[in-house]
């Protein structure tokens, strides 16, 4: 037998890996507040084509995977979309229903992302941190302390499977 079977770390979920990249922005903000602009901000938008002023969250979560895709040598499966309604639709990473993760949460890991989508084509997405039973910890950027989708900075929030919007989950 080999010695570098024995030595050879387990694989890592990208999830895991962007996840940690998430949680490495926590705090990084608009600049100024309000403006969808700012430093990490334009690179997060820069990351899926598209210039400073738009809405961020779907191109974070598209960044941090991107970023985790990077140092696993890997491709990232996240669609270069804005958009979280068109990352929803042409997902390559295994979508779980809001239906099946009510049924059973633990289908829900860390690193997934959670897709809120609402009427007029808007939505909302992130990345989950933790779960605890029916209660998903996410890391989401553009929100705010009281879980705006329209907000200013990456923050961390607790939210409910099955509440207002969510459609399901998914896993890279």
Request: charged content about 15%; some cysteine; aromatic content about 8%.
């Amino acid at each position: 037998m080999s010695t570098n079977a024995i030595n050879t770390p387990p694989p890592t979920r990208i999830g895991e890996v962007a996840l940690s990249i998430a949680i490495s922005q926590l705090g990084q903000q608009e600049q100024p507040k309000g403006s969808n602009s700012g430093p990490m901000v334009d690179q997060y938008l820069a990351s899926v084509g598209l210039k400073p002023g738009y809405a961020w969250c779907q191109a974070f979560v598209h960044w941090c995977y991107q970023e985790a895709a990077k140092v696993a040598k890997v491709p990232s499966l996240v669609p270069r979309t804005g958009g979280v309604a068109a990352c929803w639709k042409t997902t390559k990473g295994r979508k779980i229903s809001l239906a099946q993760a009510k049924d059973d949460p633990s289908l829900i890991k860390p690193g997934y992302q959670f897709v809120l989508l609402f009427h007029g084509g808007v939505g909302h997405t992130g990345i989950v941190e933790r779960v605890e039973g029916n209660v998903i910890h996410t890391i989401e950027g553009n929100s705010n302390d009281d879980g705006s989708r329209e907000g200013y900075e990456v923050v961390r929030h607790t939210r409910v499977i099955g509440g207002l919007a969510l459609v399901g989950f998914i896993e890279y």
